[in-house]
């Protein structure tokens, strides 16, 4: 594979009655998520681990939107997400969804999951 180009995995899916849409791109220094119902970018949020110079070891994560909404509900989204897919690299996460309520988005993070074993991190 060429080096220049991010490695990149697709997948469409049918949740709650949406199609959804996703790419997965892993940038040299970011892994860019795109899961939409709308087939659109939507809102981008990007998240990072920053040092901790306290003793205790909880993480401190920079969230910051870079389009669209300002929500709370897309940083915690976003932040969830980083976590749980333990990543080392700023993640660039985009999402346009019908729906924000927990099971609906338990199924969109079940979705990203089960795809991002497609990407070598």
Do not use: W
């Not at 899916?13 to 939409?36: A, E, G, P, R």
């Not at 119902?37 to 205790?56: A, I, P, T, Y």
């Not at 509900?73 to 980083?82: F, G, Q, T, V, W």
Request: hydrophobic share 40%.
């Amino acid at each position: 594979m060429d080096s220049k180009f991010p490695q990149t995995h697709t997948a469409q899916t049918t949740l709650n009655n949406h199609v959804t849409d996703l790419v997965i791109s892993n940038f040299d220094n970011k892994l860019f998520i795109s899961v939409t119902q709308f087939g659109k970018v939507g809102s981008l949020v990007l998240v990072r681990r920053d040092v901790n110079l306290n003793e205790d070891s909880s993480p401190v994560y920079s969230i910051k939107s870079l389009l669209g909404k300002d929500q709370a509900e897309y940083h915690i989204l976003a932040r969830h997400l980083y976590e749980r897919l333990q990543l080392k690299k700023q993640l660039l996460f985009g999402f346009a969804l019908h729906s924000f309520a927990k099971k609906d988005l338990a199924e969109i993070e079940e979705f990203i999951c089960l795809n991002i074993k497609q990407i070598n991190l």
